[in-house]
């Protein structure tokens, strides 16, 4: 669908889900790209279905001497980085009066934090190979409230911000930055929402389109803004969500309670 013949990109939580979709896209535009995570064995997996224009880098992006060798891995190996997809992310569930700093500043660390980390070593990267366009993998839980999910809509509300900042700054580099908020998406990591009825119905009454998401749905949406087709696009926050964001965010708060002790 996106022509990215001569480009490199470099993928956070490259190995499944969103991470996958976003970097098959790429590979599928003729690009090579270096996909990242902390396992191993789901990489090695990953690179063998994309191909050989794929390639992997273990990296932990709650270290900075971890992402800066993994971009620099990347631009060792393929010459330099024009495209950029930051995906990994974790969750965090609890009432406010009861949630642990620890367990806040975890989720903070992962999704608002390591994204920042990402960005920063990819866009100098980018600096170097004269542009790019970097896509923040954000949620709908930046915009909705989800009771019991201050930590992660926190996260992603930063994580937007962060967005429009470097899109203001980097700009003058050739580079643009933007985000996308996907909303309920049959991955590994929201297997537990998808597959319980409780939170399934909860997210199909709140959706226009009401489907559960698809991880090429998002991949497709962040092909677009990696792209040169939105080469005038940057410092934008595109909600891909089956209309969620025209409604409420879902009230998890049963799906959560019966994982309590005495549920």
Same mark, same amino acid.
């Given at each position: @669908? ?17 991470? $996958? ?19 191993? &064995? ?8 994309? #191909? ?44 406010? %009066? &009861? ?7 975890? !989720? ?35 915009? %909705? ?23 203001? &700054?980097?700009? &003058? ?10 909303? !309920? ?12 009825? !409780?939170?399934?119905?909860?997210? %199909?009454?709140? @959706?226009?389109?009401?489907?559960? #998401? ?9 092909? $677009? ?7 005038? !696009? ?20 049963? %799906? ?8």
């Amino acid at each position: @669908m996106f022509d990215f013949t001569d480009k490199v990109g470099f993928v956070t939580a490259g190995a499944t889900g969103i991470g $996958f979709a976003c970097a098959r896209t790429i590979v599928e535009g003729g690009g090579n790209v270096m996909i990242c995570a902390r396992r191993e &064995e789901s990489l090695r997996e990953a690179v063998a279905e994309l #191909g050989e224009s794929a390639a992997w880098v273990t990296c932990d992006v709650t270290s900075d001497a971890s992402v800066d060798h993994a971009v620099a891995a990347t631009v060792e190996r393929f010459g330099s980085i024009e495209l950029a997809v930051n995906s990994a992310g974790t969750a965090g569930a609890g009432p406010i %009066l &009861e949630i642990t700093t620890e367990d806040f500043e975890r !989720v903070l660390d992962v999704n608002l934090t390591g994204a920042f980390r990402c960005l920063r070593a990819e866009g100098r990267a980018m600096k170097a190979a004269g542009g790019g366009s970097i896509v923040n993998i954000s949620s709908i839980a930046a915009a %909705l409230t989800h009771p019991w999910m201050s930590s992660y809509c926190v996260s992603k509300a930063g994580l937007d911000m962060l967005t429009r900042c470097a899109a203001d &700054e980097l700009g &003058e580099f050739g580079i643009r930055v933007n985000s996308v908020l996907p909303g !309920v998406v049959a991955t590994p990591m929201a297997s537990m929402l998808v597959d319980r009825d !409780v939170s399934r119905r909860e997210y %199909l009454r709140r @959706m226009p389109i009401s489907r559960i #998401g698809k991880p090429d749905d998002i991949g497709a949406a962040v092909g $677009f803004l990696l792209s040169d087709a939105a080469g005038w !696009v940057t410092g934008q926050s595109v909600a891909v969500d089956g209309g969620h964001t025209l409604r409420q965010g879902p009230n998890l708060v049963p %799906l959560f309670d019966s994982f309590a002790p005495d549920a």
